[in-house]
């Protein structure tokens, strides 16, 4: 007599640690090993899809043979193509229900890959696919026409499809058309993370209410530009949107113009707020100390876009009023100031805060024979500092 197949639960246990390891190869052995398998094998293998290396073309690509370098493209159009054409419910299984993320950056990246252009793209916009192909008319400089994928609108028409198959849907990144996360939102209870490329999204009043409506667990912000006007009050009233104390983590990636508005506004995710990686400027840096009621950090970057400023110098007040904020910060495990100029000179009297111990810690753009006080404060720390890097001038030294 057959031994009985395992239960589905176990299954389940045993895929989801084969994705934690990242074996994508072993899952689809798997998935094509037998019924029961199947769909545990598929599951963990599509919720996971953003993390395997066929993604962005895999490895680097130049320097690849041709026929290499166009099969892995073929291999990454395929995971975006099985996943849209699930949502279509032209696929064997709905892998698109598996996903947690949906990486439209990924997508773009594709879409604009000449070797995708020229040789992929008519079997990608094939069949029930092919609503989704758009293009434009283009003129080259001697007058010759041509056409091209519109990127930005084919990839709001696949996520207008797509978000309707996904409830388990967690983070969304790329470039957004500005209306796409109104009509997303309310599709998805489980978002809880967007990386955008630009903010303008976030401009939307209707934006807001949605996101506070419909995901109750969001909790993450990337940006990474914001291509608009009065920014900082506009990224202001997002934030004062949201739930008390539900922001978790927010990076900026450059200057998003985020300036005094915005720096006040993140006192209402005080006690959440845990990661914080900040783009600065002339003109907002010398508010940086109404971050006051964020002390519940446990990491905080700041990185001074032109690194001219000398808070010690120049806004002696604020200089004083950061280092009182990070003194109160008793969780920071990681910090890092980069082109900061008071940057060492803030961080010394909090390194000797008994509260606080730094697991890692980045200072540059500092004279280091002017801050033994900085060098020796680091003793302090030295039962829990695990990463070091000091980059600085050494004339003197």
Request: no cysteine; aromatic share 6%.
């Given at each position: 007599m057959s031994q009985p197949a395992l239960p589905d639960d176990i299954l389940h246990l045993l895929c989801e640690e084969l994705a934690n390891q990242e074996q994508f190869d072993t899952l689809f052995n798997c998935a094509c090993a037998s019924r029961a398998l199947a769909v545990p094998?598929?599951?963990?293998?599509?919720?996971?899809?953003h993390q395997a290396p066929v993604r962005g073309g895999g490895d680097d690509l130049y320097g690849l043979p041709a026929a290499t370098k166009l099969l892995t493209i073929q291999r990454w159009s395929i995971l975006w193509r099985s996943i849209i054409a699930s949502s279509l419910d032209a696929t064997l299984f709905p892998y698109c229900r598996y996903i947690?993320?949906?990486d439209f950056r990924d997508l773009g990246y594709l879409l604009d890959d000449d070797q995708f252009r020229i040789k992929v793209s008519k079997q990608f916009f094939s069949g029930p696919l092919k609503q989704f192909e758009k293009l434009e008319l283009g003129t080259t400089i001697k007058g010759k026409k041509f056409t091209r994928l519109k990127t930005a609108d084919i990839i709001d028409a696949i996520g207008e499809v797509v978000t309707q198959h996904t409830?388990?849907?967690?983070?969304?990144?790329?470039?957004?058309?500005?209306?796409?996360?109104?009509?997303w939102t309310p599709r998805l209870p489980r978002l809880h993370s967007l990386e955008l490329w630009d903010g303008k999204p976030l401009e939307d009043e209707l934006v807001h209410a949605s996101i506070?409506?419909?995901c109750p667990q969001f909790r993450s912000l990337m940006i990474y530009t914001w291509l608009s006007v009065d920014n900082d009050h506009k990224f202001a009233k997002f934030l004062a949107s949201m739930r008390p104390n539900t922001l978790q983590v927010l990076h900026d990636i450059s200057d998003i113009k985020a300036a005094a508005e915005t720096f006040f506004a993140l006192n209402h995710h005080g006690k959440s707020l845990e990661d914080l990686r900040l783009c600065v400027s002339n003109d907002s840096l010398p508010h940086i100390s109404l971050l006051q009621g964020c002390t519940a950090l446990k990491t905080l970057r700041i990185q001074d876009t032109h690194g001219t400023v000398d808070l010690e110098a120049t806004e002696h007040d604020v200089f004083l009023e950061t280092i009182a904020w990070l003194r109160k910060c008793e969780n920071l495990q990681r910090l890092s100031f980069s082109k900061l100029q008071s940057?060492?000179?803030?961080?010394?009297p909090v390194l000797i805060e008994e509260n606080i111990k730094l697991h890692s810690l980045e200072i540059d753009t500092y004279t280091l024979k002017d801050h033994k006080a900085l060098h020796q404060a680091l003793v302090h720390q030295q039962s829990s500092l695990r990463d070091l890097l000091l980059s600085g001038d050494t004339d003197g030294m």
């Open positions: 094998a598929l599951t963990h293998l599509y919720r996971s899809h947690k993320s949906l409830p388990t849907l967690e983070v969304i990144s790329g470039e957004l058309h500005p209306g796409a996360l109104v009509r506070y409506e419909h940057g060492a000179a803030i961080i010394t």
